[in-house]
């Protein structure tokens, strides 16, 4: 079984303040990580995943994430935050190798970005 | 077409009610999800599709009832809802492989 701890509930920062949203996870088996955010009322999206290759994987709008395998982290930093920036942050890893993913998510950490 | 289209967006249903929340999608993806998110919680898997069958149920009641008509469809039969089943419930889809899923918007249901 696998698992995902989100260490912190809630992230308040400033505009233009570097963050970390912290994220571990265990499991048996080689896994998929990703990171979903999800703005109020509206579903999941991708921000970005780690698949294999290098351990470090960037999104389009600034956040990077690394895969530290000792470690079983993945944490999501971005080095300054927009107000838009302002939203739910899921980690969520599945197994690795199957032909379909089961995502197992942390519990959500609450970005939010002060003017 | 890079969308999981979800209708309807709200629903708001009696206990005695029968309903369907339906999911498409457009980017031959086999693989197709219910996910139910309650408040303030993370989205928790209901049931897995894998071309067109079945593949996982998480011990979800009957109440709720998938369906797979084709490889672009998915929809979520519901009956005899409890007010504790009001959430949103999220559709996702991915490629074959732990890819990352792509997600629909949701359905907010309310079970009055």
């Known amino acids: ?115 | 077409d890079t969308e999981v289209t979800q209708t309807p967006k709200h629903l708001v249903m009696g206990m005695t009610n029968k309903k369907s929340l339906k999911c498409e999608q457009h980017m031959g993806h086999r693989a197709m999800y219910w996910y139910k998110q309650k408040a303030k919680k993370p989205p928790e898997l209901m049931f897995v599709y894998s071309y067109e069958k079945l593949s996982i149920n998480e011990s979800v009641p009957s109440r709720f009832s998938p369906e797979c008509p084709n490889s672009s469809l998915l929809n979520l039969h519901l009956h005899a809802l409890q007010p504790e089943d009001s959430a949103l419930y999220l559709c996702a889809s991915s490629l074959e492989g732990s890819y990352g899923y792509t997600f629909g918007s949701g359905t907010r249901l309310t079970v009055v």
Not at chain 1, 16 to 40: G, I
Not at chain 1, 51 to 72: H, R
Request: glycine share 6%; hydrophobic share 35%.
């Open chain 1, 1 to 115: 079984a696998q698992s995902v701890t989100q260490l912190d509930s809630q992230v308040p920062v400033f505009e233009e303040a570097p963050v970390e949203l912290r994220c571990n996870y265990s499991s048996s088996v080689s896994v998929y990580l990703f990171w979903y955010v999800q703005y109020p009322n509206q579903g999941l999206q991708l921000l970005l995943k780690y698949l294999s290759g290098s351990t470090l994987v960037e999104s389009i709008n600034g956040f990077e994430a690394e895969f530290n395998k000792s470690q079983t982290s993945f944490h999501l930093r971005k080095p300054s935050v927009h107000i838009s920036d302002t939203a739910e942050y899921f980690c969520a890893v599945s197994e690795g190798g199957t032909s379909y993913g089961k995502l197992t998510f942390g519990q959500g950490t609450i970005l939010t970005v002060h003017p």
